[in-house]
């Protein structure tokens, strides 16, 4: 079976439109806190909020896509995403607030396990390079996300995240259109295996908890680096928010520049041996970002992030080899619950930060690396099949 290039593009895109509002959030943090006068921990939980809902919840809406054909969420989550968000800037009161960013997590969260499933039947025989073509709309969406919402925010004031919306609605329209040969596939599939019982892969599950484990600990380097990046460079350095926003770009956009470079290595190479290494490496590129400045600290950090986030469509596929009858349960679980759980990490570092400063919760990220490398050596893969 040959790539489908056509349909990984569009709903790649679609992934690019709904990933700019998860990725403009943490850059909001700060003026969300100066405009209600909230502590670290009280913007640690408004992160939490937003991945709880964008995130932890698609394991429901992968369960929903392996029973029945929801293709209708394609088009509209975007939209939904957008509103949320869009709305966040103009909300009276924190709850409220809180109210928005869970309206554009749940706008989020219905895209993924959807449009990963679609995906799986456009990549041929090339997984992960397949994968990777969606995948990476994703990382773009949320490298520009902060870009976007700053620059909003920046001509507009906070009112300004209303412009989030437009894009949502534009591509809303474009997958609308496109919608019924898209999820084509899916339904044949759905409707070749209908009333047949399809149990769980023993075999599976114990390496994709370990996989899970792993995305977890690379999710929450990731989550940290993007939240508390602008926190430090704007409150401890009393810096340009602009040049922190800059930063957060350029480690997410060389992320996704990883995606597709990495994909035919891993291919190559081996996943698992891939994702090994990757991790591994991560770690001392982290140590010479916290003790660099200037282009310097921009190259250390690109490069961290081009691996870093390399890793994402192979661990998406690897979870896809190790469930390969339950794929929206797979793409829900690793797109959503173990990256959600970013929120629980960003949490915890904003506590570290209300009592021993920002600068330490920054550093401590680093020894994440280590332990996400280490959790690879426990994954079985691939799985022998009985």
């Known amino acids: 079976m040959k790539m489908n290039k056509k349909a990984l593009a569009i709903l790649s895109v679609g992934h690019l439109i709904t990933d700019v509002n998860q990725g403009a959030l943490p850059a909001l943090l700060p003026f969300f806190r100066d405009a209600m006068n909230l502590s670290y921990t009280s913007v640690g939980v408004i992160y939490l909020f937003?991945?709880?809902?964008?995130?932890?919840?698609?394991?429901?809406?992968?369960?929903?896509?392996?029973?029945?054909?929801?293709?209708?969420?394609?088009?509209?989550?975007?939209?939904?995403?957008?509103?949320?968000?869009?709305?966040?800037?103009?909300?009276?009161?924190?709850?409220?607030?809180?109210?928005?960013?869970?309206?554009?997590?749940?706008?989020?969260?219905?895209?993924?396990?959807?449009?990963?499933?679609?995906?799986?039947?456009?990549?041929?025989?090339?997984?992960?390079?397949?994968?990777?073509?969606?995948?990476?709309?994703?990382?773009?969406?949320?490298?520009?996300?902060p870009l976007w919402a700053l620059t909003l925010v920046s001509f507009f004031g906070l009112r300004g995240t209303l412009g989030m919306i437009v894009p949502g609605i534009i591509l809303g329209g474009i997958l609308l259109l496109s919608s019924s040969w898209l999820i084509s596939p899916i339904q044949t599939a759905l409707s070749e295996k209908k009333g047949e019982k399809k149990p769980y892969e023993k075999e599976g599950l114990i390496p994709l908890v370990f996989l899970i484990t792993v995305v977890v600990t690379r999710t929450w380097v990731q989550s940290g680096l993007v939240t508390y990046i602008p926190f430090y460079y704007i409150d401890h350095l009393k810096g340009n928010p602009m040049y922190a926003g800059a930063l957060v770009s350029t480690f997410l956009l060389a992320g996704a520049v990883g995606t597709i470079v990495g994909a035919p290595v891993a291919d190559f190479f081996g996943h698992k041996r891939f994702l090994t290494v990757t991790m591994l490496s991560v770690f001392p590129l982290l140590i010479l970002f916290y003790n660099s400045s200037g282009v310097f600290a921009f190259v250390i950090l690109g490069i961290a992030g081009m691996l870093l986030v390399s890793t994402f469509s192979v661990t998406m596929v690897m979870a896809h080899t190790l469930l390969p009858r339950h794929l929206g349960m797979a793409s829900g679980l690793m797109a959503g619950f173990a990256i959600g759980t970013g929120g629980i990490g960003v949490t915890l570092l904003g506590t570290i930060a209300d009592h021993w400063g920002v600068p330490l919760a920054l550093k401590s990220i680093s020894v994440l690396p280590l332990m996400g490398a280490g959790l690879c050596l426990l994954v079985k893969y691939p799985p022998i099949r009985k």
């Open 50 to 145: 937003g991945n709880l809902t964008s995130s932890v919840i698609q394991p429901v809406f992968g369960y929903l896509s392996d029973r029945r054909p929801v293709g209708w969420l394609l088009p509209l989550a975007p939209i939904i995403a957008g509103l949320g968000l869009s709305l966040s800037g103009i909300a009276p009161s924190y709850p409220l607030l809180l109210l928005c960013i869970i309206i554009g997590g749940i706008g989020i969260a219905s895209y993924h396990p959807e449009g990963f499933k679609a995906a799986h039947f456009f990549t041929g025989e090339k997984k992960v390079t397949g994968m990777s073509i969606f995948a990476v709309g994703g990382n773009f969406g949320i490298a520009i996300g």
